[in-house]
Each structure stands twice: as C-alpha cells, then as structure tokens.
C-alpha cells in the first residue's frame, strides 16, 4: 500500500484481518465525528490518549 506519506508491505495472509481493523478504527473515528460535530468539545472526544482509545472496542 502506499499514499502520500510512504509506503508499507503488508502480509496477504494478514490482509483481512489489518482491513477489518482499519475499518473499525474508521467507524470509531467516524462517531467521533459525529460527537465533535454534535458540539461536544475535541478534549473530550478526544481523551487523555486516543490511540489508548482506539484499542477499547466497547467504547
């Protein structure tokens, strides 16, 4: 894969589950688009840590 900021290699037998996880951080990032938007103040959308956030799928 690669864009703009580089390039990565990406093993084919792990394709499915790094573009389910990608999709997942994308949904997460998509309500947290909805909050800002919503009104709610980006410090608290945010968090102390947002990649922390990121890996907290029951949020």
Same mark, same amino acid.
């Given at each position: ?6 390039? #990565? &290699?990406?093993? /084919?037998?792990?394709?499915?589950? #790094?573009?389910?996880? /990608?999709?997942?951080? &994308? ?11 919503? %009104? ?6 945010? %968090? ?6 990121? +890996?907290? +799928?029951? +949020?």
């Amino acid at each position: 894969m690669a864009d703009g900021s580089g390039v #990565i &290699f990406l093993s /084919a037998a792990r394709l499915e589950d #790094i573009v389910g996880t /990608a999709e997942d951080i &994308f949904a997460r990032e998509q309500l947290m688009a909805a909050d800002i938007d919503a %009104g709610r103040p980006i410090t608290e959308v945010m %968090g102390a840590n947002y990649e922390d956030m990121l +890996k907290n +799928k029951d +949020k």
